[in-house]
């Protein structure tokens, strides 16, 4: 039975423990080491992820027999358009509903707060975007920015219509 506990800041080193046992693995085809440690430096040092907090994102944990298998954030951009920043679950989890259940349940947090979208972005060679569409998602476009030090994220934007 899963069970979604909301994070604070105390939370980040439980974050953290759980990115860096999720993202070595989810993109090392992807990208490359070096770019996978500098990613995890920009977005999951303790400093980042209190600036994260402190700007509004809300972090949520998700729990299986009382064991952290996967965390999310998600945040409003703008009135009725939420983004869903980050959902990574363990790779033993993965097929198991437990990124669907975080979406379900994120989307019943912010329906009756006037959402009407649900947007995130994801790498084009991830098969994630494979699970999103499963889960009504489509891509409205196509965006590559720099994240700075020479690396570039090309990714799909994909929206949910609430």
């Keep these: 039975m899963f069970e979604i506990q909301k994070a604070s800041v105390k939370d980040i080193p439980l974050i953290r423990e759980l990115a860096l046992k999720v993202w070595p693995q989810t993109y090392a085809s992807m990208i490359s080491a070096a770019q996978i440690d500098y990613m995890l430096d920009m977005m999951y040092s303790e400093a980042s992820l ?5 700007d509004g994102a809300r972090f949520i944990f998700i729990y299986e027999n009382k064991e952290p298998v996967g965390f999310a954030s998600y945040q409003e951009m703008s009135p009725a358009v939420f983004k869903l920043h980050k959902l990574y679950v363990l790779p033993s989890q993965q097929g198991k509903g437990t ?4 979406i379900e349940h994120i989307v019943s947090e912010i329906k009756p707060l006037g959402a009407q979208v649900l947007q995130l972005q994801v790498n084009r060679r991830n098969k994630a975007q494979h699970f999103y569409a499963k889960n009504g998602f489509t891509v409205i476009k196509e965006f590559d920015f720099d994240i700075g030090s020479g690396y570039v994220m090309d990714d799909y934007v994909m929206e949910k219509k609430l």
Excluded at 99 to 102: A, L
Aim: glycine fraction near 12%; charge should be positive.
């Design 50 to 54: 209190k600036k994260q907090i402190s």
């Design 99 to 102: 990124g669907r259940y975080i």
